[in-house]
Each structure stands twice: as structure tokens, then as C-alpha cells.
């Protein structure tokens, strides 16, 4: 059974846009093993002229190339992404099976509009097979406790802007909280050194892994870097402390 949330902007919002302003870019996810090959091909439409959620940055992919590889354990999971953008990564969980919530910004209206019309252009329709809410990260408003129980939270380089790490966290700690077991696992880009987030994961009894990127790509003849654009990407995991056992956290 799906789960279905009201979003804060109505389909028809989508704004138009001209097709010198816009292009449609294609994600194409294949394997082959045991003789077995399988294919999925995602359209992206992009606005290289907008805001920076109107355009597919390199953590994407390489979020959505992890989740392809992982994409039998996707099925019937409840999934929620945070700061969608042109949600490539969650689109192509809920090709995959799972049961899917992309998220923004509540207050940027033509964000989630262009999510609705990501969605639309892969034969995914908003509030039938995938859901497209507002959220406001930091603030626990209505929306955030109207979202449906969660198996995973994902994200690809919400980490941009410093002013709002600690919103994030704060967001992801009480999801975590709210749906024990669940995982945030995202990719980031790294912009400055001085940048971090491990004061706060701890003031929010939080607790980072990193996740090995080397097989990524793998078994579908992909090399990450040519998504990376000489960039240094991150995958890691974030995982709620469990105060009963954490003397059994290595640090």
C-alpha cells in the first residue's frame, strides 16, 4: 500500500519554461551479471541559467549509482530525500521499488514544482507513485511530523551552505529519532576544509561512518569520476547513538 502526503504547491504551479532555458539530461544505470543485463534510464530536466536546485550537481549521481547497486534491497522501503533538487537519487529509488518522499525547501514553491516535473518526465506521478512535500530543515512544523514512517533518509550535497548545517542535523536527528533504525546516508562535495559537521553530530548524539566508494560503478562499467568533474565527493552514514551501548562506539 502507498503512502500519500498533501504537498504545499499544486501540479499545475509548474512554471514554464522556454527550451532555450532548459534541456532534459539522460542517467542511464546498467548491469551486467550472470549473463542477467539490466537497464534504467532517468530524465533529468535541468535550467543551467536557475537556481542551484535546478541542476543535477555531481554527488547526485554518485548517490544514485550506489543506490542502483543496492537496488533489491530498495523495494517496498520507505524512503525520504532531503533537498531533492532535480531528485535523481530518489527517483530512481522509486523505479526501483521503494516507496518514495522527495523533499525541499517549503518556502521555494518553483523548486517543487521542478521536482514534480523531474518526477512527471519519468512516468512518475506526484501524490500516485511518489510523494513531493516542503519542509522547512530546523523547524519541526506540521509537515515534519506528517511524514509517514521512515527506513531511510537520503540527501547528495545538502552540506553547501554552513549557515544551515546545524538545521540539517537538527532535522535528521529527530527523524532518526522518530523512526528508530533508520539510516541517513548522503554524498557531499567538499568545498573548504574548515568545514565540518563532527561538533555537531555530537551535540546531537549522532554517529558518522564512512562508506567505502571504491566498487561504485563497478558492475556497471562506470567510472565515479567522470561524474566527480575533479571534485573530492563523500559518502557517509549517519546513524542515531544508542546511549546503552555507547561505550561500544570507536571513535
Not at 138 to 161: E, K, Q, T
Not at 200 to 229: P, Q, R, T, Y
Request: charged residues 20%.
Amino acid at each position: 500500500m502507498r503512502f500519500h502526503m498533501n504537498g504545499s504547491s499544486d501540479d499545475n504551479e509548474i512554471v514554464a519554461i522556454t527550451a532555450s532555458a532548459e534541456h532534459m539530461r539522460k542517467f542511464v544505470f546498467t548491469c551486467n551479471v550472470d549473463a542477467v543485463a539490466e537497464r534504467l534510464e532517468i530524465k533529468i530536466p535541468e535550467i543551467l541559467q536557475g537556481a542551484y536546485s535546478f541542476y543535477t550537481w555531481p554527488s547526485a549521481p554518485v548517490l544514485a549509482h550506489f543506490l542502483w547497486e543496492r537496488r533489491q534491497t530498495l523495494v517496498c522501503k520507505r524512503i525520504l530525500e532531503l533537498g531533492a533538487g532535480t531528485a535523481l537519487p530518489g527517483i530512481l529509488a522509486a523505479k526501483c521499488g521503494a516507496q518514495v518522499v522527495l523533499s525541499d525547501n517549503c518556502i521555494l514553491p518553483k523548486s517543487l514544482a521542478h521536482i514534480r516535473k523531474s518526477c512527471m518526465a519519468n512516468q512518475l506521478q506526484p501524490g500516485v507513485d511518489i510523494d513531493v512535500v516542503g519542509l522547512s530543515w530546523g523547524l519541526l512544523l506540521n509537515s515534519v511530523f506528517r511524514l509517514p514512517p521512515l527506513d531511510l533518509i537520503i540527501a547528495a550535497d545538502c552540506f553547501y551552505d554552513p549557515t544551515v548545517f546545524e538545521d540539517i542535523i537538527v532535522t535528521v536527528a529527530f527523524l532518526l529519532e522518530r523512526n528508530r533504525g533508520a539510516k541517513f546516508i548522503f554524498t557531499y562535495q567538499e568545498r573548504s576544509a574548515d568545514w565540518s559537521i563532527e561538533a555537531l553530530l555530537k551535540k546531537w548524539k549522532l554517529h558518522a561512518s564512512s562508506i567505502n566508494m571504491d566498487e561504485i560503478g563497478k558492475h556497471s562499467g562506470v567510472d565515479m569520476m567522470e561524474f566527480m568533474g575533479g571534485h573530492t565527493i563523500h559518502l557517509l552514514e549517519i546513524t542515531l547513538i544508542d546511549e546503552d551501548r555507547v561505550g561500544d562506539i570507536v571513535e
